[in-house]
């Protein structure tokens, strides 16, 4: 059974800049594509981005040119560096494995001044 721990959360002022970290267990990590979702209050959760076991990555159009996701294969750790955060990035985040439908508790994000 996949195991998913998000840390890294928490509250920064607009413009500023947090990393993610997800750590994960129980499955050959360096073989999966990794996704970050977010889910903000009262709305569903949606995509954010994604890396593949090559290190390829994709991102939602609204984090494009802010977040960046890489990984650590050694560590069985996916990251998500998210500098010039907005308002809008609000949002309780969360990793995942592709194939996997194993959710973590995730990590709340709140940027406000």
């Known amino acids: 059974q996949v195991q998913l721990v998000e840390s890294g959360g928490g509250l920064v002022q607009p413009g500023g800049s947090l990393r993610l970290s997800c750590a994960a267990s129980g499955s050959i990590f360096s073989i999966n594509t990794m996704g970050w979702y977010r889910q903000a209050p009262e709305k569903e959760r949606e995509w954010v981005g994604s890396i593949t076991s090559g290190g390829i990555t994709n991102y939602a159009d609204s984090v494009k040119g802010r977040f960046t996701i890489s990984r650590d294969n050694a560590k069985n750790t996916v990251y998500l560096q998210m500098n010039s955060l907005k308002p809008e990035d609000t949002a309780v985040y969360y990793c995942?494995?592709?194939?996997?439908?194993?959710w973590g508790q995730g990590t709340q994000v709140t940027v406000s001044s």
């Open positions: 995942k494995q592709a194939g996997f439908s194993s």
